[in-house]
């Protein structure tokens, strides 16, 4: 029997495969960019997974390519791309997954914000910005306060994120966001000051686990890249049960069935303040830092999820593995790549530290700001979250990554 998954993200689909074998199910990859999974394929021998090459832009493309799987059981669509094409699609074929309106919802986070301020969950509505151009500094002081975040509503991976805090911050915001490509439209909402982490749940039928929080250590003001990000991090017994009750709450409100959720929320002065909700399991390597920490192979519960099972990972015990903490290189220019020089050094250092590459050398980097920009993470374990983080952050230091003007 078979479970198809509509592209996925950058790691994680080794595991995953892993997950469905052991389960007597096979995978098949929808994708039209099967180099992006050249790492993880690199894993696996050749017959344990099928690639079909689709565009996955063309719905009725990739509606087609599902119909001729004779054995189809489920559908995985774990990225913020494909989130709702997956939905839809699951729905259309009659496979298990979740209503396709609770996507868009998570998806929009200018509605998600609203929607949560109305429950009384969140202390303040989103201030939907219809023409940048014609905004004013003081308006928007007046709706939001300074400093003001503005983003995309279907923004991903921090781009199109503006923090603004003064007259200079905001003529930076008017002149790119009137070049900027918008997966949905802007809003604004006041700035939360204050440590960012991620919580990363699993929900069946209504009920929420947090199978733990991971940690982000961004990049100096003004920008919102992501640096380094370990897992898991340590909290109070207390604290972590209620902020798994509040998780537990938000998702609610959502109307969050039978899914992975990866939620970005600030830890304020005033408590935890949620940042927004991305309806899949988290990115880059936080799945594999939670196969590591966990001692359990969590993709099993998106195979679970995908049969229209309860997942095992609401009921199993978690923990016994090594703190992960990983670190994302970034080159210092933009331009083509040209080498990343040092991975011979790295595994001098504690914490068994890895090399997964996300770019291949001759690839055009622009981005720097923002997770467009880094070619490849470097990955330490610890006994705890800290000592991960010193570890790795203390191997990526060996690392250089060299690029050369664009021609």
């Not at 007046?142 to 503005?150: E, F, K």
């Not at 940042?275 to 939670?290: D, K, T």
């Not at 800290?386 to 990526?396: F, L, N, S």
């Amino acid at each position: 029997m078979t479970i198809a998954c509509l592209e996925m993200l950058s790691f994680g689909l080794a595991h995953l495969v892993r997950a469905a074998r052991a389960a007597g199910e096979r995978i098949v990859l929808l994708t039209g960019v099967e180099e992006l999974y050249l790492h993880e394929l690199a894993k696996l021998p050749p017959e344990a997974i099928q690639v079909v090459a689709v565009d996955t832009n063309d719905r009725e493309a990739v509606s087609q390519a599902l119909r001729a799987i004779e054995d189809l059981r489920g559908l995985i669509s774990s990225t913020d791309t494909w989130g709702v094409t997956g939905a839809e699609l699951a729905v259309e074929l009659g496979l298990p997954g979740i209503d396709p309106a609770v996507i868009r919802l998570a998806r929009d986070k200018s509605r998600v914000r609203d929607l949560l301020h109305g429950s009384r969950l969140s202390p303040f509505p989103a201030f939907a910005v219809d023409d940048v151009a014609s905004l004013s500094l003081d308006e928007l002081a007046a709706a939001v306060g300074l400093p003001a975040v503005v983003k995309d509503t279907a923004g991903t991976s921090s781009r199109n994120v503006w923090l603004v805090r003064d007259a200079d911050d905001f003529a930076r915001l008017q002149r790119q966001a009137a070049g900027a490509t918008l997966f949905g439209r802007l809003f604004a909402e006041p700035f939360l000051a204050g440590p960012v982490y991620s919580a990363e749940t699993v929900t069946w039928a209504g009920r929420t686990r947090m199978l733990g929080m991971s940690s982000r250590l961004m990049s100096p003001q003004p920008w919102f890249r992501e640096d380094v990000t370990a897992f898991p991090v340590a909290l109070p017994p207390d604290e972590f049960r209620a902020i798994e009750d509040w998780l537990g709450d938000v998702l609610a409100v959502l109307g969050y069935t039978d899914r992975f959720a990866h939620v970005e929320l600030a830890m304020t002065a005033d408590g935890p303040r949620l940042i927004e909700v991305n309806p899949r399991i988290g990115g880059a390597l936080v799945g594999e830092s939670m196969c590591r920490a966990l001692d359990v192979n969590v993709y099993g519960g998106m195979i679970d999820l995908a049969l229209g099972r309860r997942p095992r990972l609401l009921d199993m015990p978690l923990g016994g593995g090594p703190a992960v903490a990983f670190v994302l290189a970034y080159p210092d220019r933009s331009g083509d790549l040209v080498a990343v020089h040092g991975l011979d050094d790295i595994a001098r250092y504690p914490g068994r530290p890895e090399w997964y590459p996300t770019r291949a050398v001759g690839a055009s980097i622009e981005h720097l700001n923002d997770g467009r920009g880094y070619v490849g993470i470097l990955l330490a374990e610890g006994p705890t979250a800290e000592i991960a983080t010193h570890r790795a952050v203390a191997a990526a230091g060996a690392v250089r990554v060299e690029t050369r003007p664009a021609c």
